[in-house]
């Protein structure tokens, strides 16, 4: 019988199921609906896994409307096995108004509950029951203030923790309760925030080192923000963080430790301002073990309120998150959610993997089912069972006296719910550390609470699985006529292997035979293998029974009918332990029908092993069994240790050996022994000879010392290239790699390879100094960073004795013989030169070797060298010169000169050169000897002219020819023939001059100049 499921039916068709087809019953998947026998209102709390993959149900029953008495309304508990079969229903009544909302299995098979209850004010509740619900302890947890309690937790010392809040001048704060094994109370605290927000926590959880991981919500109502709170197993503070999400309200509504360490919190947001906008959305995180986020998912879960007026009350209300576990390192989440904006609010059960994908969504209930609205603690309805699979609880607006509980396996697969994909979208939340202040408070009263019976009936939805059972294989008698039946009542579909559709089948033939059944999206199917009675009898071919052994014979399908062996033995089966001839007789309402088996003793069998011919050592040898068929064989060492187990065994011979070949036919075991002893391959004594300086002279020459003569050699360099086919000996070799292949008369083969030396040549670096003017024999030669050869290394320099260093100085230009030798002998010499001390060349020269007084000249100079501006020039004669420290002065000299020049270059070098400049003293000045002072513009004054030498005209004088005076001036003014006033008369006159040269000098010059009218 197969099972396959997959769909959503409506509860009335369901009904009907269950009344026309007994079959469709509850299996390890299910999903139910539990109504209580009288008719009292319930209300769903929380879900637990008991043993053996059963449930806890937890719910409030509700008569406050009915008997006016507020504290009317109490704890139920439902157990259901791991079918969903209801086993016991209790309610449990400690005479207060009670709101519980957690139960829990214990380790001893019994269960907590837990909530808030009504004392003198508000308290907090926890009641332990054994396996069949009878109370152990009762608690009441909390002092004269007010205690609500909206999770409650198993520790693993025994003891129970207890989370809410506590009303505080009218703040409520974050409340946790430590409880011993027996309800005695270990410590209590209240966790407090100095700006006085308000805090309430939903869900905790303890981790493998005993500390507590909490979660719930921090802040004003409508502007909460979610809570995660971590304390140590004394309930001492942690850390404390808030996480944001765009400013709307959100709350931690469950909270779950990975195997990692890691955390996934579950939150509640609104998605809107306005918090009566009914948007609403659930977000699930990954939080580091110190609670910063690694990655957040929202999932809108509503878009707007859902209203409907249910017996006279108008409600109005959105979807909520309802539960969170962790399956290994996979995130399972539960949500009520109207995700088609249908306005109608059905259960959503959501795997993820830890990086927040999804693996599969499913959800339950029909179409326009409205879930009935959870309070602020946003319930725990969902849980892990015992045998791996998922529960969920969760109830109808219009079902107030009825819950549902849906169990599905992990894979989803065996329940017919339909699948769904919700869209995730990656967020980030803002998260602020937050530090609380602890204080202790104590307060526990014992309480006594009554247990009664109370009876609900339990009704499977036809959504749990079809199942389908066209009975155990059959035998169709001769024209007979079989009639197969899946009719499972109205509402179902049928398709057979054949394509027809109708209910039943009616068979003619033998074969296998399927049908699918479906209602709606679900289906199942089964499969009927149908036989003729010819072929019910198959004993298989002819046995061996091995000495002291035992053979069961059957056929292999089993048909109802009578079997007769005969040896007078009944029934499908024999057992024998004696060769023989063995009939089975098969009848039945068909006819009847025999099949016969031989079974023998076992035949002697030989065998035999080849491939154990001697072989060279280090080769590879292949042994084979040969025997007949059906035998089965074992290689062993001689030690007894498995080698192979198949025909052939192969290996490498590197030394003698023996080896056991063990061969059976499954009844006797024979054994044979193989002993190989390896030939002995060639070895050699080689003697080398190393070549020498740059030369092919090396040898290696082989005396071969084992193996079978005689003996072929094969040479080979080291780039494999063939160097001679035969001989023991080889010559004329360079240094380098080489190799040699002997093989001996057996065909033994060994290889062998030897290195000759590679002599580097000798190389290195040259560096060399030529003498210069400042030092004619300071010039060097050195040879540094030698390689190549061997050392020491031993240098010369013309033939001069060797010496160990490779520098050479204090050489003069000219040409050198050196010379480099190694330890080996091995040398190179080469010739170099070194340049000689160029002579400094310098001559001075100009245009106008001979100056007149007052005139000047531009020196010039010429070098044999290049002059490249980094000299010094030095005049040492200065007189007349322009400059004293540059290559091209002006010389103005007063008398002949010879100017003296020092030029020194760039390394120090030093040249002079002179040059003689001739000077002319004599003055130089035109005295005119005739005038005319007519003032026609020509010659019309009597005017010196004087030349360069001429520093200045001291004073003219003008005397008539009786030698009076008739004119005088200091300077050359010129005369312009007037005396006193009046013209001086034409004719001869006589001048007197007076003049200074440049180089100070002071001259009188006279004549006769001519007055002209």
């Known amino acids: 019988m197969n099972l396959i499921s997959r769909s959503i039916h409506s509860l009335s068709i369901l009904i009907f199921c269950l009344a026309a087809c007994p079959s469709f019953l509850f299996g390890q998947a299910f999903e139910a609906l539990y109504t209580h026998a009288e008719n009292d209102s319930v209300v769903i709390a929380d879900i637990a896994a008991a043993e053996n993959g059963g449930l806890w149900v937890l719910a409030t029953v509700d008569r406050t409307a009915t008997t006016n008495d507020i504290n009317a309304s109490d704890g139920l508990v439902l157990r259901l096995n791991a079918q969903g079969e209801l086993l016991w229903s209790k309610e449990y009544d400690a005479g207060t108004f009670q709101s519980l909302n957690g139960i829990q299995g214990t380790p001893d098979g019994g269960f907590i509950i837990g909530g808030t209850t009504t004392t003198e004010y508000f308290d907090g509740y926890l009641a332990k029951a054994d396996a069949n619900g009878e109370i152990e302890w009762a608690r009441f947890v909390g002092d004269e203030e007010l205690q609500r ?3 409650i937790n198993t520790t693993s010392d025994g003891g129970y923790l207890l989370v809410g809040h506590y009303l505080n001048f009218f703040r409520t704060n974050l409340f946790v309760a430590k409880l011993g094994p027996n309800g005695e109370e270990l410590w209590s605290k209240v966790y407090t925030l100095p700006n006085d927000e308000e805090q309430t926590a939903y869900s905790v959880q303890q981790l493998p080192d005993g500390s507590f991981l909490i979660c719930g919500s921090n802040g004003e109502l409508f502007n909460e923000d979610a809570l995660v709170v971590k304390l140590s197993d004394t309930g001492s503070l942690l850390w404390a963080n808030t996480y944001d999400y765009q400013g709307f309200a959100n709350s931690g509504a469950a909270i779950a430790p990975l195997p990692s360490g890691e955390i996934i919190l579950l939150q509640a947001t609104q998605l809107s301002d306005d918090p009566l906008s009914g948007a609403t959305g659930l977000i699930v995180s990954r939080l580091d073990e110190g609670g910063d986020e690694r990655w957040s998912r929202l999932l809108p879960i509503d878009e707007a309120l859902t209203t409907i007026t249910f017996n006279g009350l108008n409600y109005a209300f959105s979807a909520s998150p309802g539960g969170l576990q962790v399956d290994g390192a996979d995130i399972v989440l539960y949500t009520r959610a109207d995700t088609d904006n249908s306005d109608d609010l059905r259960p959503n059960l959501l795997k993820l993997n830890q990086d927040g994908d999804l693996i599969w969504g499913r959800e339950f209930s029909e179409p326009g089912f409205l879930h009935f609205p959870t309070g602020g603690d946003f319930g725990d309805n969902l849980t892990l069972t015992t045998d791996n699979h998922y529960a969920i609880l969760y109830q109808g607006v219009e079902e107030r006296q009825s819950l549902r509980v849906a169990k599905i396996d992990a894979a989803a697969q065996n329940l017919c719910v339909s699948p769904v994909t919700p869209a995730f979208t990656d967020i980030s939340l803002a998260v602020a550390p937050r530090a609380f202040n602890e204080t202790d408070e104590a307060g526990q009263t014992a309480v006594t609470t009554n247990v009664r019976n109370r009876t609900f009936t339990a009704s499977p939805i036809a959504n749990a699985s079809i199942e389908i059972d066209l009975g155990p294989d059959t035998i169709l008698c001769a024209n007979a006529t079989l009639t197969l039946d899946s009719d499972l009542g109205p509402g179902f579909t049928y398709l057979w292997q054949d394509g027809s559709t109708a209910p039943t089948l009616a068979v003619t033939e033998e074969g296998a035979y399927s049908v699918t059944v479906a209602q709606d999206e679900c289906s199942a199917t089964d499969t009927i293998l149908v036989a003729t009675l010819s072929s019910v009898l198959a004993l298989g071919p002819d046995a061996t029974l091995c000495d002291g052994e035992s053979l069961t014979l059957a056929p292999a399908i089993t048909y109802n009918g009578d079997y007769n062996w005969n040896t007078g033995a009944t029934g499908s089966n024999l057992t024998v332990d004696q060769p023989g001839t063995y009939i089975l007789v098969f009848t039945n309402a068909c006819g009847t029908v025999a099949d016969t088996v031989d079974v023998n003793a076992p035949a002697p069998f030989a065998f035999s092993i080849s491939g154990a ?38 290996f490498t011979l590197d030394a003698a050996a023996t080896l056991l070949l063990l061969a059976t036919d499954g009844c006797t075991i024979a054994t044979e022994v193989a002993n190989l002893s390896p030939l002995p391959t060639p070895a050699v004594e080689a003697t080398l000879q190393e070549p020498g300086c740059g030369t092919s002279d090396g040898n290696i020459s082989l005396e071969v010392e084992q193996g079978q003569p005689p003996f072929s050699f094969e040479w080979e360099d080291g780039s494999g290239n063939l160097l001679a086919q035969e001989g023991g000996s080889i010559g004329n070799l360079s240094g380098g790699s080489y190799f040699v292949t002997i093989t001996d008369a057996a065909g033994c083969t060994a290889g062998f390879s030897w290195e000759l030396p590679i002599l580097a040549p000798l190389s290195f670096e040259l560096e060399i100094s030529n003498p210069d003017c400042l030092a004619p024999d300071g010039g060097s030669i050195a040879l540094n960073n030698v390689t190549g050869g061997a050392s020491p290394y031993r240098f010369s320099l013309d033939g001069a004795p060797v010496q160990e260093q490779g520098l050479f100085v204090n050489l003069s230009g000219g040409a050198y013989n050196v010379l480099l030798a190694d330890a080996n002998g091995c040398d190179t010499a080469f010739t170099l030169a070194l340049a000689e001390p160029q002579p400094f060349g310098l001559s001075i020269t100009t245009g106008t070797p001979a100056l007149s007084l007052g005139d000047s000249a531009l020196l010039n100079i010429q070098s044999n060298r290049l002059l490249d501006g980094d000299e010094t020039f030095e005049w040492s004669t200065t007189d007349g010169l322009s400059c004293t420290d540059c290559p091209t002065p002006f ?11 020092t030029l020194t270059d760039s390394d120090g070098c030093q040249a002079t050169a002179s040059l003689r400049i001739e000077v002319d003293s004599n003055s130089k000045i035109y005295i005119p000897n005739a005038f005319s002072p007519n003032e026609d513009g020509r010659n019309d004054r009597f005017l010196l002219y004087p030349g360069k030498g001429v520093q200045s005209v001291d004073r003219v004088q003008i005397f008539n020819r009786w030698g009076g005076l008739v004119y005088e001036a200091a300077g050359n003014a010129g005369w312009d023939g007037n005396t006193n006033g009046s013209q001086a008369g034409p004719g001869l006159y006589v001048y007197q001059v007076v003049i200074t040269l440049v180089d100070g000098r002071q001259e009188t010059l006279s004549g006769e100049v001519a007055l002209v009218r």
């Open 149 to 151: 309690i909206y999770d």
């Open 613 to 650: 011919e001697p072989a060279c050592a280090n080769t590879a040898v292949t042994l084979s069994a040969a025997g007949g068929p059906g035998l089965t064989y074992e290689w062993q060492d001689e030690n007894g240790n498995n080698l192979s187990d198949s025909a052939a065994y192969s």
């Open 891 to 901: 010389a103005a000299p007063l008398r002949t000169t010879e100017y003296l020049l």
